[in-house]
């Protein structure tokens, strides 16, 4: 399973990346947005975990270019928003591109690692 | 009438809770109704109110038997009122005018009066009877302004020429005394007074006889002025009891003719009393509500179109005044006051700004913190896994904790201001607990305790707002203590939860000096040198969005002060 993670805290980053190494997944991260769009474009990724809060650009633009390989539908199904905001406004319009949000703090951590992984 | 000023003694004046009180009997009338009662709801027609005006909250209160009504004192209701004294004094000018002219009008009347008999007589010979019909209306509706004058144009008519006398007896209902409008040949006119007893025994009388036709042994007790035949008609009006009566100094009874005569005639006066009687009282109504107005703390000045000053409350040098063209003044003229609810209003937008200033600044941090707390926990807890030394691993594992004792402290805050006017489901307890927390720092020295008693710990209400009060209330007592140090300063927060929540905080620091203590609600007072003084400001109005309000007491045994805040808990 290949995952990209796009986070630009990098504490976060490594961690994620540990934890799901250890349950056999093949982790690729990016600090940059647009490097991250790069790679989105040249690989086949089976899951994208994506921070709306980046560095150069937002998890939406990201997104956004993610619509020139991928349909909509599939992006729903590709993309894993985390995020540590909680406004209703900003969730709103992460809904509206159909894909999953975690809040930052994890409720759950096993449970957020079983839909980074794609088995929820 | 009466008018009790009870403000007009400097001991009164200065007394914190200062209200007037004006007993008088404002009879009702469409025109005023419709200043005061129309726009209270109280039914027109209704008897005497007690008017109250207590400029500390800026409200009249009119009471009479059934209810009591509070209105504000802002400028629309102001200027209904002053629209009336506006137009009134158009009324008056024109008063003026006609009375300045009435001396030289009476002796021209009687000229006048007789020219219009010839006329009235000419041609009811002829075959102009409805002529002679609207002259007659004519002479008595729009000639007559005052009362008084009514006796005097009675006997100038050709149908009552062999009359000598004519008395008017006016009582006004309520009131225990009657006047007496008397005109014979000896006197021009003599107003007295009777007393209420003759006036009913006499009333009764004329009332009674069917016929009206009474004998000349029927002296009416205690009516002077009645020399010998008469006759007499009562009126009832809605709130005066009238006795109109003419006579004649000898012994025949009066014709049929005449009889019918003065039917037509005092007919025709029944709607001249009411015009003119009414619009007497409309005259003392209004000045009493000019002295209502003059002793309004808030300034108040009328200008015509002429810019000249019409009426003006006592000067408040401090006061600045805004034009304001507020209807329903009529158009030329001006109103200027000073707006004091102005200041409430701009307690609120203020406090709107610092309130989601504050919420930003919070979301903000919150997302800052958010992130770095998210990996350091989860890097803990995963090294902590997989670590083979014991003691790195419990040293991570307590770093995992710190951490999440950071995350819930960010969490509970957010807690407190979610969004800004919701109500929702509080626990009360640990919103108190939490809030007392938030104010740590300001009360480092000071001893803090709280104390809750009542039934629910959950109650329906604002979080927010219930929070911003509170913590301001504790930083004020900690500034207080602060600023004057004594021995064990200490806080005490008590909460009691029924089905109306009562939150108290209690300091035993230097109290409120009464002089000041009615001002302290007020923006922008403050007795601090970098104070804003729109803390208590904004609570206070909060404190009315929630419901309720705050109220504050001595710690009379005690030092300090105690402010209360409460409201309803939404709960049944």
């Known amino acids: ?120 | 009438m009466e008018v009790k000023d009870t403000a007009n003694s400097r001991k009164n004046r200065e007394q914190l809770d200062s209200s007037i009180q004006i007993i008088g009997s404002f009879d009702s009338h469409p025109l005023h109704a419709k200043i005061l009662a129309f726009k209270s709801g109280l039914a027109p027609f209704s008897n005497s109110y007690q008017i109250k005006i207590n400029y500390s909250n800026n409200y009249i209160t009119l009471k009479n038997k059934k209810r009591l009504v509070q209105l504000p004192l802002n400028s629309i209701n102001i200027s209904s009122l002053l629209n009336h004294i506006v137009y009134q004094r158009g009324q008056d000018q024109l008063r003026f005018q006609l009375s300045q002219k009435q001396d030289r009008l009476r002796s021209k009347l009687h000229k006048k009066y007789q020219q219009y008999q010839r006329q009235i007589t000419k041609h009811a010979e002829t075959r102009h009877k409805a002529l002679a019909g609207s002259l007659k209306k004519n002479l008595l509706f729009s000639r007559v302004t005052k009362i008084q004058n009514i006796p005097l144009i009675t006997l100038d008519l050709a149908q009552f020429k062999s009359f000598q006398s004519c008395q008017l007896l006016i009582h006004e209902k309520g009131k225990p005394v009657v006047k007496h409008f008397l005109f014979d040949a000896i006197n021009p006119i003599r107003i007295g007074e009777i007393s209420i007893d003759s006036f009913n025994n006499a009333y009764r009388q004329i009332k009674q006889s069917k016929n009206r036709l009474f004998h000349q042994k029927q002296v009416l007790t205690g009516c002077p002025g009645i020399l010998g035949t008469f006759l007499a008609k009562d009126f009832n009006l809605q709130s005066y009891r009238i006795l109109f009566i003419i006579s004649r100094n000898d012994f025949l009874p009066p014709s049929i003719e005449e009889r019918d005569h003065f039917e037509l005639y005092a007919t025709q006066l029944y709607s001249v009393f009411s015009r003119i009687l009414i619009k007497e009282k409309y005259i003392d109504h209004i000045h009493y509500l000019k002295i209502a107005l003059r002793h309004l703390r808030r300034p108040i000045q009328i200008y015509d179109q002429y810019n000249a000053l019409l009426f003006s409350t006592p000067k408040n040098d401090n006061a600045e005044f805004n034009r304001q063209n507020i209807l329903p003044l009529p158009k030329k003229y001006s109103l200027l006051t000073n707006d004091e609810h102005k200041d409430v209003l701009n307690t609120d937008a203020y406090h709107l700004q610092r309130i989601s200033l504050l919420g930003e600044l919070l979301n903000t941090l919150r997302h800052e913190l958010s992130n770095p707390l998210f990996g350091i926990k989860l890097m803990a807890d995963l090294l902590s896994e997989e670590t083979l030394d014991q003691e790195c691993s419990e040293t991570l594992s307590e770093i995992s904790n710190s951490c999440l004792r950071c995350q819930k402290i960010i969490e509970d805050f957010s807690y407190l201001y979610q969004d800004i006017e919701m109500l929702c489901e509080v626990d009360i307890k640990k919103l108190i607990n939490e809030t007392s927390t938030l104010t740590k720092s300001a009360t480092q020295q000071i001893r803090r305790s709280i104390k809750f008693s009542g039934k629910n710990n959950y109650i329906y209400s604002n979080p927010t707002w219930i929070s911003q009060i509170i913590f301001n209330l504790i930083l004020n007592s900690a500034q207080a203590l602060q600023a004057n140090p004594q021995d064990r300063p200490e806080i005490k927060i008590s909460v009691h939860t029924a089905k109306i929540v009562k939150i108290s905080v209690s300091d035993n620091g230097p109290g409120i000096t009464s002089n000041i203590q009615k001002q302290i609600f007020k923006p922008f007072f403050t007795t601090k040198l970098k104070g804003t003084g729109l803390g208590l400001a904004i609570c206070s109005n909060l404190a009315n969005k929630l419901g309720g309000g705050i109220s504050f007491s001595d710690n009379h045994d005690r030092r300090g002060v105690t402010f209360t805040l409460w409201f309803p808990s939404g709960k049944n």
């Open chain 1, 1 to 120: 399973m290949k995952i990209l993670i796009i986070e630009d805290d990098l504490l976060i980053q490594r961690s994620l990346k540990m934890l799901l190494s250890k349950r056999g997944a093949r982790v690729t991260v990016f600090s940059s947005g647009n490097e991250a769009i790069q790679a989105i474009i040249s690989t086949n990724f089976d899951k994208i975990i994506c921070d709306l809060m980046l560095q150069d650009l937002s998890g939406f633009d990201v997104i956004e270019e993610a619509k020139q390989k991928y349909t909509l539908e599939e992006i729903s199904k590709l993309f894993v928003v985390i995020t540590a905001y909680s406004s209703n406004t900003i969730l709103d319009k992460v809904r509206e591109y159909g894909c999953t949000v975690l809040s930052k703090p994890f409720d759950d951590l096993n449970q957020a690692l079983e839909i980074f992984l794609g088995r929820q």
